[in-house]
């Protein structure tokens, strides 16, 4: 099927964000080789007159909130989606629409779905044990106002990568984070042309009661980027400086409640922020808990891996560790996707068991090196892949957030 094909006369089927789980991390507009979507302060849009369902920004969105269709009578306006909390309710207007029709778009959207899918297994659900998220707050018109209560360097003086553990405090602000859940930090001042920066998205590093039980704040970990304005700005404000943030954003990346659920966990870089807070979460809210935590986690060099030393306090009992060097001056390099194999059996007990929940965060090339490693791993234990992968998406047992 052509993706331009003609629209049945009289239908439209609209490619739509959801705004509930959009993280707001821009990918879906980088994309976009036309042009077709575009944000406000609150909302990632696509303008129904200009798409053309190439599908090119399907696979590359971390959440999924990317893949919502609504078959109509008249496309939704930009500025419509723009002022959405929520996406409308496909029933409240098809009524009188032809449902042949209307069957025929949706298959044909299924269609398309399916093979811009091939390769990532499906749509992100959240667990179902999972906590229910608070989403979208505060916004760049509204944004909360956060104070910095520490700025650490995570990665040693001379290690390449300048990583830091940044603290912001929320003072009164109610501003209810899940592990998992990212925030937006506007940073200030505008760009060459005089337009306000783009909202940068950071995941929390902290659990939902605080860095330290019960304390209303939060832990962002944030590496500078060379020309980056967003974390060059994060990695030099000082103690007692003001930030403007925006979210709580993401309905999906989250963790299950269940203590009998297995906690697979994958990771490059500060892709380890959410993991971190998964970690702390669990050993304050379910430390006895039988379900095994794993953490594959992939850095240049020991100076390079964000909280090495922290890390190595956590005892084996709560997780699992595997610390993998990428550029070790006398070792081959090696991928958390290479000790994935050679740890084959341990993966593909946890892959087996249907309270293993798997997390991937971090580098998007990783993805598909993580994807083979799986894949492979299955083959040598004759389990089967190709059905596990999209049966844990759909059961909110499978998550990547790769961008
Ligand atoms: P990095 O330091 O550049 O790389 C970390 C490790 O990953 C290195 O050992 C690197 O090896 C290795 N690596 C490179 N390509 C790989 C591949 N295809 N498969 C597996 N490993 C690979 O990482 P980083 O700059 O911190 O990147 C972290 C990523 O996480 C960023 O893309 C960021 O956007 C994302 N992220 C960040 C947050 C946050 O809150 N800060 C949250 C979610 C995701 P070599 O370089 O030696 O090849």
């Excluded at 490619?15 to 879906?28: A, F, M, V």
């Excluded at 044990?129 to 104070?147: C, D, G, I």
């Excluded at 506007?186 to 920066?197: C, E, K, L, S, V």
């Amino acid at each position: 099927m052509d993706a331009t094909s003609p629209q049945p006369a009289g239908l439209l089927k609209q490619h739509l964000i959801d705004p509930e789980i959009c993280i707001r991390c821009g990918t879906c507009e980088e994309t976009c080789p036309i042009d077709a979507v575009s944000h406000n302060d609150d909302n990632y849009v696509v303008d129904a007159e200009i798409c053309n369902y190439c599908m090119d920004c399907i696979a590359p969105c971390p959440t999924g909130s990317i893949d919502n269709w609504r078959v109509v009578k008249t496309a939704y306006s930009v500025d419509e989606q723009f002022g959405w909390d929520e996406l409308p309710e496909q029933g409240e207007f098809a009524d009188d629409v032809d449902t042949d029709l209307m069957e025929a778009l949706e298959d044909e959207i299924a269609a398309l779905l399916a093979d811009a899918h091939s390769g990532t297994g499906g749509k992100a659900v959240a667990p179902a044990s999972a906590a229910k998220p608070t989403v979208n707050l505060f916004n760049r018109s509204k944004p909360a106002n956060a104070v910095v209560q520490g700025n650490f360097r995570l990665t040693e003086e001379d290690a390449e990568n300048d990583v830091r553990h940044i603290i912001l405090d929320l003072g009164d602000t109610v501003f209810p984070v899940l592990e998992g859940q990212s925030i937006g930090i506007i940073a200030p001042g505008t760009d060459a042309n005089g337009n306000a920066h783009a909202v940068r998205l950071y995941s929390v590093s902290s659990p939902r009661d605080g860095e330290r039980p019960n304390t209303n704040n939060m832990a962002l970990t944030v590496k500078r980027e060379a020309e980056g304005i967003c974390s060059n700005y994060l990695c030099d404000l000082e103690k007692g400086a003001s930030v403007q943030i925006t979210g709580p954003f993401g309905a999906t990346f989250l963790m299950p409640e269940d203590p009998q659920a297995n906690i697979f966990m994958i990771c490059t870089g500060t892709g380890s922020a959410p993991f971190r807070a998964f970690t702390e979460r669990r050993r304050r809210a379910m430390s006895t808990a039988p379900g095994q935590m794993d953490l594959y986690f992939g850095a240049r060099r020991p100076e390079e891996l964000p909280y090495f030393g922290p890390l190595k306090k956590v005892p084996q009992e709560l997780m699992r560790q595997q610390l993998v060097f990428s550029r070790l001056p006398d070792s081959p390099k090696e991928y958390v996707q290479d000790r994935m194999v050679t740890r084959a059996e341990e993966v593909s007990a946890l892959l087996a068991d249907e309270k293993t929940h798997v997390y991937i965060c971090g580098l998007r090339g990783m993805e598909t090196g993580v994807d083979e490693s799986f894949a492979s791993i299955c083959r040598q234990a004759s389990l089967d892949w190709e059905a596990i992968k999209p049966r844990m998406r759909e059961e909110g047992r499978y998550h990547v957030e790769t961008y």
